[in-house]
């Protein structure tokens, strides 16, 4: 099945599929060369997370702000979806699959996975400082200067520390219709989104990818301490086997 093209005739069979749920942190595509937040002495890419990621830090220092998210989609350019995103594009044969993700690159996307819900926002969408319903997709510098049909300054659409995310309701009902829930690479540190874990149903497998898990092998999560490549492969034996 063409995966990327599948969506129509994926929707006929959902009724019979089972419905996995995929909730993705920075360490999905860590090995696509994009570094996590945490693992640095608290510092993202050399930098204070509160002074580039905040509405504080924007107002205090907008041009520091920019450049530092035009540095990250420059990057983007750079990395390609490693074989854990693949993985998940391709579960979409067998399953009904819905990523939920902390991440701001495209990589699910590029991978193949045609049903993804950014919690925090995409690097390559825009949206004017005046209306934050004014979205639009922007692959190239934002610079100062650079405004809405309105003449308001443009800003990553990017969920800063302090910032609604208004996706997370989206989320929830997502979680709750789900038969099957995969968390990879988060430290589960960030909320609303690490409470996403709650909201599954009593009998709704969990497993928990991450070298350095955050929860333990307790319960019903079931923790595959290692890498997304590593610990999908081991995940889609699972999976085939039961
Ligand atoms: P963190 O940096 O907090 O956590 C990254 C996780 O990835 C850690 O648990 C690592 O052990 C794990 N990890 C590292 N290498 C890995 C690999 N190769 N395979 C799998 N896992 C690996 O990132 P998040 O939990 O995503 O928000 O952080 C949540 C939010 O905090 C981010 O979305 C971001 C940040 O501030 C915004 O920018 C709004």
Known sequence: MNIKNGRKNLDKSFAKMKHIVV??????????????????????????VMKVASPKGFANNPELVLDFYNQRRRQLKTVEPNQAHKDLAALEVDYKVTIVTQNVDDLHERAGSSD???????????????????IQVWTEDINLGDTCKKGYQLRPHIVWFGEDVPMIETAVKICYAADILIIIGTSMQVYPAASLINYVQPDTTIFYIDPKPAISNAGKVNVIAKSATEGMKELISILKTS
């Not at 909730?23 to 993202?44: I, N, P």
């Open 23 to 48: 909730l993705t942190g920075a360490g999905m595509s860590a090995e696509s060369g994009v570094k996590t937040f945490r693992d640095h002495d608290g510092l993202w890419e050399g930098h204070d």
């Open 116 to 134: 993804v819900v950014h919690l925090h926002g995409e690097l390559l969408k825009i949206r004017s400082t005046g209306n934050y319903n004014d």
